[in-house]
Antibody, heavy 115, light 105 residues
Framework: QVQLVQSGSELKKPGASVKVSCKAS????????MNWVRQAPGQGLEWMGW????????TYAQGFTGRFVFSLDTSVSTAYLQISSLKAEDTAVYYC????????WGQGTTVTVSS | SYELTQPPSVSVSPGQTARITCSGD??????AYWYQQKSGQAPVLVIY???KRPSGIPERFSGSSSGTMATLTISGAQVEDEADYYC????????FGTGTKVTVL
């Protein structure tokens, strides 16, 4: 079955970096784009952007340029989200979601930024 | 970028019908998608391309779209349908609606 499995929770200090992984299985990885979605504590879903898994070309939503980088390792069917210069307001659950339809979703990765 | 607006909350008695609206200027030209998110869980797709239901989603979930408004309908709501619901639209970029908390009591 199609499945997206994300890496575990992270606790980071302000200014540090974090890299979240999303490993796909059950389908041809390069046949579907990968979306990234943020959910801050008690808040709604926020679309961060997507990456073309064929070309590696990323598209970032407004507010997610500069410190946010999407990347791939197609040899292991994995997408990555890297966030640099972490701030307290980056504390959130980060999800990956497959394709235009955004389904299925990974289980989410909690990133906590605290000194 | 554009916005999708939903009512913050909808309450319904078990067995009754719940309707959740999603309003956005781009909806006449774009499909709407709906996701259910239960507490502490990842979202699950319940309707795609305005009105199509993925396999495994109960028939009580249906969707429609007209003009600038899309609607998710839960016919005969069950206690287990209590969750947050989000609409979503995309072409080259995506946007989620503001979210609606559905209470079944």
């Amino acid at each position: 079955q199609v499945q997206l499995v994300q890496s575990g929770s992270e606790l980071k200090k302000p200014g540090a970096s974090v890299k979240v992984s999303c490993k796909a299985s059950g389908y041809t990885f390069t046949s579907y784009a990968m979306n990234w979605v943020r959910q801050a504590p008690g808040q709604g879903l926020e679309w961060m952007g997507w990456i073309n898994t064929n070309t590696g070309n990323p598209t970032y939503a407004q507010g997610f340029t500069g410190r946010f980088v999407f990347s791939l390792d197609t040899s292991v069917s994995t997408a990555y989200l890297q966030i640099s210069s972490l701030k307290a307001e980056d504390t959130a659950v980060y999800y990956c979601a497959r394709g235009r339809v955004a389904a299925p979703w990974g289980q989410g990765t909690t990133v906590t930024v605290s000194s | 970028s554009y916005e999708l607006t939903q009512p913050p909350s909808v309450s319904v008695s078990p067995g009754q019908t719940a309707r959740i609206t999603c309003s956005g200027d781009a909806l006449p030209k774009k499909y709407a998608y709906w996701y259910q998110q239960k507490s502490g869980q990842a979202p699950v797709l319940v309707i795609y391309e305005d009105s199509k239901r993925p396999s495994g989603i109960p028939e009580r979930f249906s969707g429609s779209s007209s003009g600038t408004m899309a609607t998710l309908t839960i016919s005969g709501a069950q206690v287990e349908d209590e969750a947050d619901y989000y609409c979503y639209s995309t072409d080259s970029s995506g946007v989620f609606g503001t979210g609606t908390k559905v209470t079944v009591l």
